[in-house]
């Protein structure tokens, strides 16, 4: 308890500063940042670029960046009614327009990516209540916009079979071990689950980034950043959860964003190329291991570690874990190095039953990675990094 209590403090006095130790507050993160007096949540904040290092400057970026939010909210979600409405009831766009410029012909476009994004994250990390609870700022209560995602789905008739479409044929991409449950509760008339918000700050984010198209897999990147910043025990930056998630969110999605662009898998920045330096680390740490895996079983790292990079290992472990590991992955000043360390430290810590393996028990291990010791893998991840850097 004392060495958590001296952490705790060695936070707050960095945080407190007028201008915050960039290296040192790197440091303290990449170990962990404690979970407690929103400490975490600032921390991400900064370390994702959104809070700048010269905390005077807080107040007026935050308000300034919390009312772009409001109004990238009312210019995205557009509701071709409100146009009718502001008209008088007059038909002034028609549903089965052929025009380029029609708002339904938007209005029908957005509701393709829409659909996608709400069956993704009505199944945000269904083994806790946090993302089915009602959140205390819905927005539909705010006067953000009239009408919420959800009664838009539900009023919608959109094929479902387009839904869950995994890119590069590799159907496991959003397979996961957390258990989903049916059926979800619909809550009451100016309720908004906090999966409601979630869906929200993706759709707002895929009609600002229209080069980011929104895939599969997005909500996992984006749930555990708006669970910590929605659990910030201040009530003032719970009410700004959205906003300041989807900035950041949106900082790192720039970071990571070509790991979700097919056309850029074989290049260098793509998935092709990080995958190609996990199986070097790999090699240059475990030769023997490495060559059962890419000779005498003829494993493809695309068949495991695709789902590992692109996710971030959000999906191999439970979300209190995931948060910690998030906290060395945002504290890498070369980020995200230490993503593959760990990754390597995965294959590595469960190298007497793959060496003993086939292609089947092989694949089983590494898709549904079993339960570990967080910390001795952390760990792990930091010697090899330490010995192999990249």
């Not at 059926?183 to 008339?189: A, E, G, I, S």
């Not at 895996?293 to 790292?301: A, E, G, I, R």
């Not at 874990?321 to 992955?329: N, P």
């Not at 089983?364 to 760990?379: G, N």
Request: glycine share 6%; aromatic share 12%; charged share 25%.
């Amino acid at each position: 308890m004392d060495r958590f209590n001296t952490r705790v403090a060695e936070f707050k006095d960095l945080l407190s500063a007028d201008v915050i130790d960039r290296a040192k507050l790197h440091k303290l993160c990449f170990e962990g940042c404690p979970d407690t007096d929103g400490i975490r949540a600032t921390c991400w904040k900064l370390l994702l670029g959104y809070l700048p290092w010269d905390t005077r400057q807080w107040n007026t970026e935050l308000a300034k960046k919390r009312e772009t939010y409001q109004q990238l909210m009312t210019e995205v979600i557009f509701n071709p009614h409100d146009t009718e409405e502001a008209s008088g009831g007059e038909i002034v766009d028609h549903p089965l327009s052929l025009d380029s410029d029609s708002g339904w012909g938007r209005f029908f476009e957005d509701n393709t990516t829409l659909l996608q994004i709400d069956h993704d994250t009505r199944r945000l990390y269904p083994d806790i209540s946090f993302f089915q609870m009602p959140t205390l700022h819905p927005q539909t209560s705010s006067g953000a916009n009239k009408d919420s995602l959800r009664k838009r789905v539900e009023r919608s008739c959109l094929p479902s079979q387009k839904v869950g479409t995994a890119r590069n044929g590799i159907k496991n991409f959003s397979t996961t071990s957390k258990p989903e449950r049916q059926p979800y509760v619909t809550l009451k008339d100016g309720e908004e689950a906090h999966w409601e918000v979630a869906e929200r700050i993706l759709f707002v984010h895929a009609k600002t980034y229209p080069g980011i198209d929104y895939v599969q897999g997005m909500n996992e990147i984006l749930g555990p950043i708006y669970y910590v910043f929605s659990s910030h025990p201040d009530p003032t930056w719970q009410k700004y959860a959205e906003a300041d998630t989807f900035f950041c969110f949106a900082s790192l999605m720039t970071e990571i964003g070509d790991s979700f662009t097919q056309s850029l898998d074989q290049c260098k920045a793509g998935i092709s190329g990080q995958l190609q330096k996990m199986m070097t680390l790999l090699k240059s740490k475990d030769p023997a291991l490495y060559k059962h895996l890419t000779v005498t079983v003829k494993m493809d790292p695309m068949f495991f570690a695709f789902r590992w990079t692109t996710l971030l290992l959000s999906q191999e472990f439970l979300l209190p874990e995931v948060i910690r590991l998030w906290d060395s992955f945002f504290a890498d000043e070369k980020r995200f190095a230490f993503l593959l360390h760990m990754c390597c430290a995965m294959m590595i810590v469960l190298r007497d039953q793959l060496l003993e393996g086939d292609f089947s028990t092989c694949m089983k291990l590494l898709q549904h990675f079993p339960s570990y010791d967080i910390q001795r893998l952390i760990q792990k991840g930091q010697d090899i990094g330490r010995f192999h850097p990249f």
